[in-house]
């Protein structure tokens, strides 16, 4: 897995994009090498890339938000993250592929490992983390000036991404995101033209282009109706093979019908993760069980 | 004053709209009216005037082909040729363009530059202030300043140029004000979402934030276009008045506010006719450029 993937500093962007990516980089906080050597994190033996958190903490100016987590995401598994409001679960999701720190005030420290390699690293270029690990969220947010095709044509096209077969990948992104049958017939209307979940399938085929190691769903379903997340949660279950994924959900059935895993958060704290049948069924914490069960939330 | 009010006879007592109610609405909606009347008062006599003095003007043969020397053909025939605005009309163009082309870049690069980069700090709201202190100076200050500047300072003389940078310090605040509103009016969720494609910033800039916003910044750009079309002041001292046609702007150049002005000063009857056809014409210049404004930013994407 690690010999076949480019390190994040190295990746072969163009020199302007590496221009902008190491000025960039003054943001990053650079992890303390004091403790520990970190050892590999032990990859997962299916096909695919595994994540491990290793003492996240994510601030807003000063209030600390997330507070230390350690969390591994197992390759080609659906990893749900339930929690009630203001957990700090999509903050923790945000600080994964390093958009948290786009906030105004806002930092992230600790390591985020992709098949080993810390993202958090003082020479991480952000733009190669990013084409790593890609993210849907919340809202469809289609491009509002670009038709279907160049809406998932930006992936490759935003990313710096050259070379050709950019139909074919653009079919292949469709395709993956169960959305071509649809469209393939106006590839060139423009993307805010589709229903909403449409175009949040448009939106995952955005993110698919760029042929991600990691897919981050921020509350993927939370403005669709329950046939469009149902064709959402379907999508997810093909992609896994393809990509680890990362739903932050807070519909806790979708968590049940879509997660291999499921973790729970509450306050930035993790209280637990497990199996999903076992955090649903038999919960080790007892917060847990109030949560599932529906005391709070 | 009494909670139930009597109703007036109606069917219903309890909830009835009062008498006293209904007077004063009746007053309050008179009052709103006149009001509205009087203001058009004022906007109506100026068109009707401007029709009625300028149209005749202009359609006049030879009135936008012949300069004000009176040396060419046609407009007001007799021994007195006075001539048309063609330098004027022509000067105005250029000058205006060559405003835009100077104040259009740097207007919307400061705005990027607010809403994409500088954000919240105290330098951006140092300069968002003073921004806003150059919105409010009076356009005969820019004048001289340039008048001080370009040609007190250097020694030479009125120029077209001199008055396309004295527009341009005009429209500035203008450009850098609505291009920020429209640059922040975009969605952060687009950005965020082409960040975390892996797009590098200046790209995200340049191929989503300023697609989406580019139809209401050409809105407020022709706003501060039709604003810079109408000024005399900061051409007076800068640009000069001249008659003849010259489309180089580092010669003297004419334009209509200062032909009106220079007519007006003339005091002949001919004059003053030109003077309400040269009005009329920069009216509807700047209408043309309004209404291309509003009709651009109804296509807006981002309402």
Partial sequence: MTADRTTPSSVDVSPDDTADGTERTRAAQPVPSAGPAPAPAPVSSSAGHALRLEQLRAFYGDAEQVKGIDLDFNAGEVTAIIGPSGCGKSTMVRCINRMHEEIPGAHAEGRVLLDGENLYGPTVDLVAVRRAIGMVFQKPNPFPTMSIFDNVAAGLKLSGARGGGLREKVEGALRGASLWEEVKDRLSEPGIGLSGGQQQRLCIARSLAVEPEVLLMDEPCSALDPIATLKIEELIEELKQRVTIVIVTHNMQQAARVADRTAFMLTGDLVEVGQTSDIFTNPRDSRTEEYVTGKFG | ?303
């Fill in chain 2, 1 to 303: 004053m009494s909670a139930a009010a009597p109703a007036a006879g109606g069917i219903n007592a309890r909830y009835g709209v009062s008498a006293r109610r209904r007077r004063t609405d009746v007053a309050m909606r008179g009052v709103l009216l006149a009001g509205t009347a009087i203001a058009l008062v004022p906007l109506l006599l100026i068109i009707y005037y401007l029709l009625h003095k300028g149209l005749s003007s202009m359609t006049s043969g030879g009135f936008f082909t012949s300069d004000p020397t009176g040396a060419s053909a046609g407009f007001f025939g007799g021994a007195q040729k006075i001539g048309g605005i063609k330098s004027a009309l022509l000067g105005t163009v250029e000058i205006v363009l060559i405003a835009s082309a100077i104040a259009v870049p740097i207007g919307i690069g400061v705005a990027l530059w607010l809403v994409e980069y500088g954000r919240n700090s105290v330098y951006a709201n140092i300069i968002r202030f003073f921004v806003d202190v150059l919105t409010g100076v009076p356009s005969i200050v820019f004048g001289l300043f340039i008048y001080i500047v370009l040609i007190v300072g250097t020694g030479s003389t009125y120029a077209g140029w001199k008055g396309s940078v004295t527009l341009s310090l005009l429209m500035l605040p203008i450009v850098i004000r609505s291009a920020e509103v429209v640059l922040s009016l975009v969605p952060g969720a687009l950005r965020e979402s082409a960040l975390a494609l892996g797009a590098p910033r200046w790209r995200v800039i340049f191929k989503v934030v300023l697609p989406t916003a580019a139809s209401g910044m050409v809105t407020g750009v022709l706003l501060a276009v039709a604003r810079a079309a109408g000024e005399t002041a900061p051409l007076l001292f800068t640009a000069g008045v001249t008659n003849v046609t010259t489309l180089n702007p580092t010669h003297y150049q004419n334009s209509l506010p200062l032909q009106i002005y220079n007519d007006f000063i003339a005091g002949t009857t001919q004059n003053f006719n030109r003077a309400w056809g040269a009005a009329l014409t920069l009216v509807l210049l700047i209408l043309i450029v309004n209404l291309s404004a509003r009709f651009i930013s109804s296509r807006s994407r981002l309402g």
